[in-house]
């Protein structure tokens, strides 16, 4: 690819602010083209930071760009990326992929109909430390179990305050969950039932999940804990041992460099599977269901 991929941002908001906007526009393989948010003000003040062009509809942003990066709420985000996916746009979609199931398997039918390259940003999976836990992980031996914590503050106060669709009962399940089963799920393999599930009054959930071959795993999960700095922490056991997800995570925007390189090679090599692809945040969508059943 002898030119920058042409990348469109959906939406404005701070994580577009913090991540999509600044890591295209430092990627070698990118550049942020066009930013199109249903509050113009706001597309106009991010475009103004990296010297973009403001869209003045989701079509006119479709048809200036390559690929296009998703930073809005999850029900947003289902009715706009099968539109997207078939205009022939490469995808970075946000997590959960949709607010229902059904929004979730559109996106998947018109992702896999299209042929498109698209990523999921499971922003932890991108982390070379991440990476290297998980492919040490078979030296434990057969597996036995695994924990996780995910408690943060989050939702008390700061950016995501306000946030309306993470403000709701389920938010920290829906915003913080994927990323957290998303680990538990690709340390032990794929979650198969939900055992337990509750959540308190005070927004604290607590999950058991049985994953494949028999083993269970247990998330702690709240993004209404007044912990500083947050306490998030895996360990997965094994006939050898335990083995602790440790040392410091690598910024966000570090991470998403590392998307940003395996979406290029994706386009490049014209494959369409990853291990963070769209078939990925099915699964995750249906282990949330399957919470919110079992609740």
Not at 82 to 102: F, N, Q, S, W
Request: aromatic share 6%; hydrophobic share 45%; net charge negative.
């Amino acid at each position: 690819m002898g030119e920058a991929l042409r990348v469109g941002v959906i939406g404005a908001g701070p994580w577009a602010h913090r991540v999509h906007a600044p890591g295209l526009q430092a990627h070698r393989g990118t550049r942020l083209a066009s930013v199109w948010a249903r509050r113009a003000e706001a597309a106009e003040a991010l475009a103004g930071e990296h010297g973009a062009e403001v869209a003045g509809s989701f079509d006119e942003l479709l048809g200036s760009v390559d690929a296009v990066a998703f930073a809005v709420p999850p029900a947003v985000q289902a009715e706009l990326a099968p539109l997207a996916a078939r205009a022939g746009k490469h995808l970075i979609l946000e997590k959960p992929l949709a607010d229902d199931l059904a929004g979730a398997e559109a996106i998947v039918d018109a992702v896999t109909g299209s042929g498109v390259a698209a990523l999921l940003m499971l922003t932890r999976r991108f982390d070379p430390g991440v990476q290297r836990w998980l492919a040490d992980l078979p030296d434990l031996g057969s597996f036995q179990g695994a924990t996780g914590r995910w408690l943060a503050g989050g939702l008390l106060a700061g950016d995501y305050a306000a946030s309306q669709w993470r403000q709701q009962d389920d938010g920290a399940l829906i915003d913080a969950g994927p990323h957290a089963i998303d680990l538990l799920d690709a340390a032990l393999g794929d979650i198969e039932q939900v055992h337990f599930a509750h959540r308190g009054a005070d927004g604290l959930w607590q999950l058991v999940f049985g994953h494949e071959g028999g083993t269970t795993s247990t998330l702690t999960l709240s993004l209404r804990m007044p912990v500083q700095p947050s306490l998030v922490d895996f360990a997965v056991y094994g006939e050898h041992g335990c083995s602790p997800l440790t040392g410091r995570r690598t910024a966000a925007l570090d991470c998403y460099a590392q998307l940003l390189d395996n979406l290029l090679v994706m386009i490049r090599e014209k494959r369409v599977e990853h291990p963070c692809g769209v078939h990925r945040g099915l699964h995750l969508q249906r282990v949330i269901a399957a919470i919110l059943k079992a609740r």
